[in-house]
T-cell receptor, first 110, second 114 residues
Framework: RKEVEQDPGPFNVPEGATVAFNCTYSNSASQSFFWYRQDCRKEPKLLMS???SGNEDGRFTAQLNRASQYISLLIRDSKLSDSATYLC???????????FGAGTRLAVHP | DAGVTQSPTHLIKTRGQHVTLRCSPI?????VSWYQQVLGQGPQFIFQ???????GRGNFPDRFSARQFPNYSSELNVNALLLGDSALYLC?????????????FGPGTRLTVT
């Protein structure tokens, strides 16, 4: 079983749509959780951290369910500029090792 | 301030050759991590260095090695290149060691092995 699993997509949605990405992780001792965004042939960039209480940043909402080892990202009112690959990331261990899912591709069309 | 820089940006090597990739962290950052991203996959952790010492190693063969210099820059070396080593190699820097510190990624070095 992969350490972090995501639906690879692609998700093709029209502008203005709401889209949800899901992710599961295998290590119950994982400490921190993130969503990164990666544009084509670019480096990953931190989109947002994910907290147990859930957190929101503008059109983006992230949720964490530790009991189910499940992480989600909701994007409301999709923009063309949201087109990218979204990487679910888990941090574990005593050092700063990030474990990435394979990513979910999102394509927003006019 | 400059972000993480990596060189070269692109590289083409032949099977069996050796390659050295370089990374300069953000000014003031003391920790550097290396990741390998194969096409269609997420980045995979290779090494973390802090204060010139290896602090973490991923599941990669001994052909992969790295070091960190007194100015906190880092090199990743790969010997006896295989076709499967073709990937984007990402360097990430953080201000210190430990889980509280965000990692900032450089633009990567795209290695093609033929």
């Amino acid at each position: 079983r992969k350490e972090v699993e995501q639906d690879p997509g692609p998700f093709n949605v029209p502008e203005g749509a709401t889209v949800a990405f899901n992710c599961t992780y295998s290590n119950s001792a994982s400490q921190s959780f993130f969503w990164y965004r990666q544009d084509c042939r670019k480096e990953p960039k931190l989109l947002m951290s994910v907290y147990s209480s859930g957190n929101e940043d503008g059109r983006f909402t992230a949720q964490l369910n530790r009991a189910s080892q499940y992480i989600s990202l909701l994007i409301r009112d999709s923009k063309l500029s949201d087109s990218a690959t979204y990487l679910c990331v888990v941090r574990e261990g005593g050092y700063n090792k990030l474990i990435f899912g394979a990513g979910t591709r999102l394509a927003v069309h006019p | 301030d400059a972000g993480v820089t990596q060189s070269p940006t692109h590289l083409i090597k032949t099977r069996g050759q050796h390659v050295t990739l370089r990374c300069s962290p953000i000014s003031g950052h003391k920790s550097v991590s290396w990741y390998q991203q194969v096409l269609g996959q997420g980045p995979q952790f290779i090494f973390q260095y802090y204060e010139k010492e290896e602090r973490g190693r991923g599941n990669f063969p001994d052909r992969f090695s790295a070091r960190q210099f007194p100015n906190y820059s880092s090199e990743l070396n790969v010997n006896a290149l295989l076709l499967g080593d073709s990937a984007l190699y990402l360097c990430a820097s953080s201000s210190s060691f430990g889980t509280a510190y965000e990692q900032y990624f450089g633009p990567g070095t795209r290695l093609t092995v033929t």
